[in-house]
């Protein structure tokens, strides 16, 4: 009797484990490890870059930062300052050119505006002109002053 209960356990045993072993998904347990493994990976690539961009907000709160990416990017200035432009000469000429503009392979329309520009034969110890006056610049703004002269 006690013989028939150890080969009914074990039978039941055996039934069990084969019941489990069918049912069980090994495949998509293997299969979720490894797509946690690669969510994990990107949720760190996801974090470093969150890091590095927060960053990036503080040092835009800095007005110097803000300046420095202005002055780069947009060729703007602070007021007292004054941009000057130097052009590249004509290439294979040696002879200073009237008009700097003249022969320059840069559109005009990609030209920042600046308050001077200078050749590259223009000398650099060279005082700059006085600015004309408020009265001289608002005549020189009225279309129909130029065609009276």
């Known amino acids: 009797m006690i013989r028939r209960a150890r080969l009914f356990f074990f039978a039941a045993l055996l039934v069990a484990v ?3 072993v069918a049912n069980f998904p090994l495949g998509a347990l293997i299969q979720g490890r490894s ?3 690669a969510e994990s990976a990107q949720l760190v690539a996801l974090q470093a870059e969150n890091r590095a961009l927060s960053s ?3 040092a835009l709160h800095d007005p110097a930062t803000v300046g420095r990416i202005a002055h780069r990017e947009y060729g703007l200035i602070t007021r007292g300052q004054r941009s000057i432009v130097v052009l590249p000469g004509p290439a294979g000429s040696s002879s200073s050119t009237p008009d700097p503009l003249a022969n320059n392979p840069i559109p005009s329309s ?3 505006p ?3 520009i200078l050749g590259p034969s223009a000398r650099a110890a060279q005082p700059l002109a006085r600015e004309p006056g408020f009265w001289h610049r608002v005549l020189d703004s009225l279309e129909f002053w130029h065609s009276l002269f």
């Open 35 to 37: 797509a946690v493994r």
């Open 110 to 112: 990609d030209l920042l």
């Open 56 to 58: 990036q907000v503080r």
């Open 18 to 20: 084969v019941i489990l």
């Open 114 to 116: 600046s308050d001077a």
